[in-house]
Nanobody, 124 residues
Framework: QVQLVESGGGLVQAGGSLRLSCAASGRTFSRYTVGWFRQAPGKEREFVAGITWSNSNTNYAGSVKGRFTASRDNAKNTVYLQMNSLKPEDSAVYYC?????????????????WGQGTQVTVSS
């Protein structure tokens, strides 16, 4: 069983930065692939970024590539999403999720565990 808690969201001006954290409980968290997803009002949840347990592979949605960076610290059971050059269209509730597949996946249905989400609002 893995429990996830996101933090680090908030209000920021366009062009600014935020770092989201996803803290996990569960001894085997380091063996899970973690994905970041977001959902804006009236829109479907979409994949943002993913990172494998070994920290050797990451993937990103095209809309955030080059601006967002996923990383993890297995010793702290924490995954991070560094978000730079934020745009108003990045505003959404951001969720971290974990799956035991040991591979990157953009499919939300493949993730077994989800956090409660953290709000990110980017003003223009």
């Amino acid at each position: 069983q893995v429990q996830l808690v996101e933090s680090g969201g908030g209000l920021v001006q366009a062009g600014g930065s935020l770092r989201l954290s996803c803290a996990a409980s569960g001894r085997t968290f380091s063996r899970y692939t973690v994905g970041w997803f977001r959902q804006a009002p009236g829109k479907e949840r979409e994949f943002v970024a993913g990172i494998t347990w070994s920290n050797s592979n990451t993937n990103y949605a095209g809309s955030v590539k080059g601006r967002f960076t996923a990383s993890r610290d297995n010793a702290k059971n924490t995954v991070y999403l560094q978000m730079n050059s934020l745009k108003p269209e990045d505003s959404a509730v951001y969720y971290c999720a974990a799956n035991p597949l040991l591979r990157l996946s953009t499919n939300a249905a493949e993730y077994n565990y989800w956090g409660q989400g953290t709000q990110v609002t980017v003003s223009s």
